[in-house]
């Protein structure tokens, strides 16, 4: 490769000169005189996507990124891939989007496929797919290399309100709060986080929140905000009961334009940039049901039962009234022994039965595995994000006499995995789901 095309075309680039940039990358693919090493032309050509990226030609980007990854020489699959879904998303091609993203963070040579989990996460909303795009998002918040795992959580919120799950919602803005962020980002968490609490009903905190969104004079709240926040302040005021929540809009959109500001490398791959990633912990945050149900016979009125069965026993002493005895003492230990298996939480069918059942089919598992209080429309909501897995892993099982928490991992059809926590209650001797999230080991 003719070294000095290559260092003066790339020097046009940084200073963004990016059609001078594009004559020296192609000078330098054409010129012949010196002969590429590996891996070269890959380079090249990546280069040239770059160009074409920066003058809005999506078309062409795509095909030059496609001839770097047919050099198989060059090694930088994952952020071709990534870039080419970017390009495709930036001409609303979703699905041939989420077709490159995806490739892109099947690459275990990829070193930031947060940048890829971002644009899957949008592709999915683009189509409609609340529930893969949160998963997206959350792998996104997890990736440790993720410099800015604020944008990850802002959009696994908006992810949860269309889920119509308000509370998991609210527990994403409140853990991206945690991270430093550009100000009017800021202002649109706390719209976003005040629609989220004013569909939960907790209408003094999304005061709060939206005043906080408008409090440095900045920020304009949406046409559905400034609803939300009129009737949060209406109930307030008169200490009534809201009516529920215009959920027609959020201030949030997804973070990260795939073809926005072409300096902002969030989501770019440039190809030669190396990379120093921070280290930030993930996420979590979920809201946990539970049950007052529990088994009302007690050790004292078996004690009681025991020693009246002895009373008698002593008037009685013939052969046939000891044999009974005998059989009733056992009866008792018997019972003595499920009632103590009972208050450690055990019961049939198990709660790693019952989970397993859900996953089998989350779809069709509701009317047998779920408690009977929770309607079709919730149980709907539910199981959106429930991927089926008839081998599913139990993580672990936290038990008690009256509710019970499982930890599962499912397969997804791509082979990821997706972490779940399942709360169960009491149904007579056995279990029943009360309600599922998406769990992430970090939170504990």
């Not at 919730?378 to 499982?406: E, F, L, Q, R, W």
Request: glycine share 8%; charged share 20%.
């Amino acid at each position: 490769m003719n070294t000095s095309l290559f260092e003066q075309a790339t020097i046009r680039y940084d200073n963004k000169d990016y059609r001078g940039a594009l004559r020296g990358y192609t000078a330098c693919l054409q010129d012949t005189s010196v002969p590429f090493s590996l891996g070269e032309v890959g380079l090249i050509y990546h280069r040239i996507g770059n160009c074409l990226v920066k003058l809005k030609n999506p078309q062409e980007a795509i095909q030059a990124y496609a001839q770097a990854a047919s050099d198989a020489a060059y090694s930088v699959k994952g952020a071709l891939q990534n870039n080419i879904g970017m390009a495709y998303a930036s001409l609303r091609d979703y699905n041939n989007a989420k077709l490159h993203f995806q490739q892109a963070v099947e690459d275990p040579t990829y070193d930031t496929p947060y940048k890829a989990y971002m644009g899957l996460g949008n592709a999915e909303l683009k189509l409609g797919n609340s529930a893969e795009a949160g998963v997206a998002f959350r792998e996104a918040a997890l990736d440790e290399g993720n410099p800015d795992p604020a944008k990850a959580l802002l959009n696994l919120g908006i992810c949860f309100m269309a889920l119509d799950r308000p509370q998991d919602a609210i527990a994403s803005y409140q853990s991206a709060q945690e991270f430093d962020m550009a100000p009017d980002t800021s202002n649109r968490l706390h719209a976003s986080m005040g629609q989220a609490y004013a569909a939960d009903g907790q209408m003094e905190e999304a005061v709060k929140a939206f005043e906080a969104a408008i409090s440095d004079g900045t920020y304009l709240l949406s046409d559905s905000a400034s609803v939300d926040y009129q009737r949060a302040l209406s109930a307030v005021a008169h200490m009534s009961p809201a009516a529920d929540a215009d959920m027609s809009g959020f201030d949030v959109t997804a973070e990260g334009d795939y073809y926005g500001d072409s300096d902002d490398p969030f989501f770019y791959d440039e190809g030669y940039e190396e990379q120093d990633p921070s280290q930030y912990p993930g996420f979590v945050g979920a809201y946990a049901g539970n049950d007052d149900r529990f088994f009302e016979t007690t050790d004292a009125e078996l004690e009681a039962l025991s020693k009246n069965l002895a009373k008698k026993d002593r008037k009685r002493r013939n052969i046939g009234l000891k044999v009974l005895v005998v059989l009733i003492v056992l009866v008792v230990i018997a019972l003595g022994a499920a009632i103590f298996g009972y208050t450690q939480g055990y019961g049939w069918p198990t709660q790693e039965a019952v989970a397993k059942q859900l996953f089998q089919d989350p779809e069709g598992a509701g009317g047998s595995v779920f408690i009977d209080t929770l309607s079709e429309e919730s149980i709907k909501s539910m199981c959106a994000p429930v991927v089926t897995d008839s081998d599913v892993a139990i993580d672990g099982v936290n038990k008690s006499m009256t509710d019970s928490v499982v930890y599962a991992t499912a397969k997804t059809a791509e082979g990821g995995d997706v972490t779940y926590r399942i709360n169960m209650v009491r149904d007579l001797v056995g279990w029943k789901v009360s309600s599922i999230e998406l769990y992430f080991p970090s939170q504990s």
